[in-house]
């Protein structure tokens, strides 16, 4: 996160990424004192400098604002006095002394690997880090498994595999070069819209190609100049084909 701007007497300007989707879009957030006397991102709106975006926005960062604006956030510690009931507001204090003590009931009955974690890849860093602390460190398990690594392992690996690096190997610079767009397996309208758009502006402006390889009808393929439907699982058979 870049370093804020002063705006206003009560409203400071911030400049941040959005990571939702993996594109990596520039947002600049007014932070000011909402309704309840709390501060709180009053608007968001595309970083027109950011060289991912220069702007635009999906509909998950044009509303950022909304989103976080929303009511029903949990505001304190819940707890069930038994399975089934509702849930009770309970001090923070306590909640985490009682977390901990049926952690800790489970581990010494049946040992460290009873106990599992999934985290989100919406966590950030310092979150994350803690999550693993608490497993490796405290609970002593290696049962810890993150969204942002399984959604990637497939990519990564094959990243590895055939560049002997798992970081995508690519530019957004090249959708301004390229003459042939050539997406398999990805509905980009949807999934990845500032990037989809940004592919566009080429097809457009340079007469750019642009191959979809799917089994599904998506929003993407109904842009493409050529449509190659195939069934699903004969995906390699058409990358050997070409190879």
Do not use: W
Not at 131 to 152: P, Q, V, Y
Not at 213 to 237: E, H, M, N, S, Y
């Amino acid at each position: 996160m870049a370093a804020p701007g002063s705006r206003s007497e009560d409203t400071t300007r911030v400049r941040t990424v959005c990571s939702y989707c993996g594109v990596g879009c520039g947002l600049v957030l007014d932070v000011g004192t909402g309704p309840d006397g709390r501060r709180t991102v009053l608007k968001a709106s595309g970083d027109k400098e950011h060289p991912a975006n220069f702007g635009r926005l999906c509909t998950k960062g044009a509303t950022t604002a909304d989103m976080l604006a929303a009511p029903g956030r949990l505001t304190t510690a819940l707890r069930r006095p038994r399975r089934g009931q509702e849930p009770v507001v309970t001090p923070r204090d306590e909640a985490i002394a009682e977390t901990a003590r049926r952690l800790r009931a489970i581990v010494d009955e049946h040992g460290p690997d009873a106990v599992a974690l999934y985290v989100s890849g919406q966590m950030s860093l310092e979150a994350q880090y803690l999550a693993n602390k608490l497993a490796k460190g405290f609970l002593r398990t290696n049962r810890i498994e993150s969204n942002s690594r399984l959604c990637m392992a497939g990519a990564g690996t094959g990243y590895k595999l055939s560049l002997g690096a798992d970081g995508p190997p690519g530019s957004y610079q090249d959708f301004e070069a390229a003459d042939v767009f050539f997406v398999i397996g990805s509905n980009m309208a949807d999934c990845h819209p500032v990037l989809f758009l940004r592919m566009m502006d080429r097809v457009k402006s340079a007469g750019a190609k642009l191959i979809v390889v799917d089994p599904r009808r998506t929003a993407t393929a109904a842009r493409a100049d050529l449509f190659l439907q195939i069934k699903p699982g004969t995906d390699l058979a058409l990358l050997n084909g070409l190879l």
